[in-house]
């Protein structure tokens, strides 16, 4: 399943589960199993059903209401967005692969290679102002952030992990465009090599996957 909307997922629950791993899967709390009437209004696009969904990590939960609508971000249409990647230098090793996974999964979505632009920046600490500053160009419709900040004997690793933290947040408030935070922030590189393809997945790809969905809710639902 590579071309369904979010919204759709609602109107084929329960059925069996979804052969891609990420797209988000649907499950409901025991005894809540909706019969839904679904409706979608041109006017806003929103999505009009008697569930109301709780988000569950990449995945609804059910729980029982009327009247409500719902936004949320889509993977079926992704074509045409665009998207600027800030890049740390620092620790490459990890940040060359985070980006890997950001890229593969754009490219799963059928983001365009040419809707793809990856600026590097020396370090994490540097990643807030540029994304900012890309952000006003106008020209993305999310930025996402990649970094790897791994400890080291002094306090310097809080000092650039939360002004990485707080700095993205601000780039995107600033700019009002979405701006995604795949930091990684990691005890050691163990933990960092893990999380950049290793046994807990790829982080660069999960932020890519969250660039999406945002970027669709702002196009689809704000403009
Ligand atoms: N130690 C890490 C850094 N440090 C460098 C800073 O980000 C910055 O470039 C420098 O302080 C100059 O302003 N950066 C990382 O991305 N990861 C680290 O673990
Ligand atoms: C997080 C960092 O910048 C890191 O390289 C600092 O290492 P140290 O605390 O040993 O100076």
Redesign the pocket.
């Known amino acids: 399943m590579t071309s369904m909307a979010a919204s759709e997922l609602f109107l084929r629950i329960p059925s069996s589960s979804s052969s891609s791993n990420s797209i988000p899967k649907v499950a409901f709390i025991s005894g809540c199993e909706p019969k839904p009437t679904v409706t979608f209004s041109p006017k806003t696009r929103g999505l009009s059903t008697n569930l109301v969904s709780r988000r569950n990590r990449r995945g609804p939960v059910c729980v029982a209401s009327a009247g409500i609508r719902h936004f949320r971000g889509s993977f079926s249409k992704c074509q045409g967005l665009r998207f600027a990647v800030v890049v740390?230098q620092?620790?490459e090793v990890v940040t060359k692969l985070l980006l890997e996974g950001a890229v593969e999964t754009f490219k799963r979505y059928s983001v365009r290679e040419e809707d793809i632009e990856v600026w590097w920046v020396?370090?994490?600490?540097?990643i807030p102002v540029l994304a900012q500053k890309l952000g006003k160009t106008g020209k993305y419709d999310a930025i996402l952030c990649i970094?790897?900040?791994?400890r080291?004997d002094t306090t310097?690793?809080d000092a650039?992990a939360n002004s990485a933290a707080s700095g993205v947040l601000s780039a995107g408030l600033n700019s009002g465009v979405p701006c995604i935070f795949g930091v990684l922030t990691c005890d050691d590189m163990d933990q960092a090599l893990n999380r950049a393809g290793g046994k807990a997945g790829n982080k660069g790809s999960e932020a890519a996957v969250t660039a999406i969905e945002m970027a669709t809710m702002f196009q689809e639902h704000i403009g």
């Open positions: 740390a620092f620790n020396p370090g994490s600490f540097e970094g790897a900040v791994i080291g310097h690793y650039v």
